[in-house]
C-alpha cells in the first residue's frame, strides 16, 4: 500500500484495508487456500427422535435387550383365592309322633279292649268300665265285635259251638265248671297261650297262661 502526503487519506487506507482484509481472509480458508486440503468434510446430521407414546416406554432395565415387538404380551392371570366347597347343614329331622293304631281286625279290637281293663277291681255284677266281674268282662269284649252275648257264665258257655284246647285262636271264652250250662268261671283267650280276665276280688282283672289255671273246655262264639 502507497501512502499519501496526506495523512487523513491515509487513515482512510488504513481503515479500508482492514475491512477488506476481514472479507478475503476468512474466504481464504473456506475456499481451499495454500495448504488446505480439497476433499470436503462429511458430516453426520441427526433427525430428530420420533415422538415416542407410553406404550412405546422401554423400561431401563432392558435398555439393553432386544425387543421383540411382534409378540404381543400374555395377559395377565389373577389368582383365585380357593374358595372352599359350600356346605350345606343338614336340615333337623322333625320328630314324628307316631300314633296309637287303631285296631281293625276283630281279634285286635278284643285284644286292645280287655288290656285296657287289666287291673280294674272285681266286682260281683259288675259291669265297667272301672270295676268287672267274669261275665261282665266277656260280654263287653265280644260286644265290641258285634257279638251279642247273654249276662252269666252258665249262659254264655251255651253259645257258639266247642273247640280244642289246640286249636284256640283270639276271642274264643274259656270256662271253668262241669260242662255247657254248668260253668261257674268265664274268660277270653288273646293268643300266644294267654287270657284276661277279671278272676276275683283280690287279683282284679289280670292277664294269665293257660298254664297258670288250665280252663275245663272252650267254646267259639266268632
Not at 476468512?26 to 407414546?53: I, K, L, M, Q, R
Not at 288290656?115 to 266281674?133: E, F, I, K, T
Request: a positive charge; charged letters at 20%; one cysteine or more.
Amino acid at each position: 500500500m502507497r501512502l499519501h502526503s496526506c495523512p487523513w487519506r491515509n487513515a482512510v487506507a488504513w481503515v479500508a484495508l482492514v475491512v477488506t482484509a476481514g472479507t478475503w481472509v476468512p474466504f481464504f480458508y473456506t475456499s481451499g487456500g495454500a495448504g488446505h486440503e480439497t476433499d470436503e468434510e462429511e458430516f453426520d446430521f441427526v433427525a430428530d427422535p420420533p415422538t415416542v407414546g407410553h406404550h412405546d416406554v422401554v423400561p431401563p432395565s432392558a435398555a439393553n435387550k432386544v425387543v421383540d415387538l411382534t409378540k404381543k404380551p400374555k395377559p395377565k392371570t389373577t389368582a383365585k383365592a380357593a374358595q372352599s366347597p359350600p356346605t350345606h347343614s343338614k336340615p333337623t329331622p322333625k320328630k314324628t309322633v307316631t300314633p296309637t293304631p287303631v285296631p281293625t281286625t276283630t281279634s285286635s279290637k278284643i285284644t286292645a279292649f280287655l288290656r285296657a281293663q287289666l287291673g280294674d277291681r272285681y266286682v260281683y255284677g259288675g259291669n265297667g268300665p272301672d270295676s268287672w266281674d267274669c261275665s261282665g268282662l266277656s260280654l263287653a269284649a265280644l260286644a265290641r265285635v258285634g257279638v251279642d252275648l247273654p249276662r252269666t257264665s252258665e249262659a254264655q258257655s251255651l253259645r257258639g259251638y266247642a273247640v280244642s284246647m289246640s286249636q284256640l285262636r283270639v276271642g274264643d271264652l274259656l270256662f271253668w265248671g262241669l260242662g255247657p250250662g254248668l260253668a261257674y268261671h268265664v274268660t277270653v283267650y288273646i293268643g300266644d297261650g294267654k287270657f284276661i280276665g277279671a278272676q276275683n276280688p283280690s287279683t282284679g282283672v289280670v292277664e294269665r297262661s293257660l298254664s297258670y289255671d288250665p280252663p275245663d273246655f272252650a267254646r267259639r262264639v266268632l
